[in-house]
């Protein structure tokens, strides 16, 4: 019987072969940077909210 360390292991390998296997079929890689962020950050910039404090 294998013991606990080769079992998570297996279980490591079989989680990474899964985030390959969505990462490559969704073609998330697709473009880089934070997109969602910066649509945010003109969206609160635009309604008129600051994103940080002044400095006085």
Not at 12 to 32: H, R, T, Y
Not at 33 to 49: D, K, L, N
Request: hydrophobic share 55%; net charge negative.
């Amino acid at each position: 019987m294998l013991d606990e360390p080769t079992w998570i292991l297996i279980a490591a390998a079989i989680c990474w072969m899964n985030f390959m296997a969505v990462d490559l079929i969704f073609k998330l890689p697709e473009s880089g940077g934070v997109v969602g962020a910066t649509a945010i950050a003109q969206q609160v910039e635009a309604g008129g909210w600051r994103l940080c404090r002044s400095s006085s």
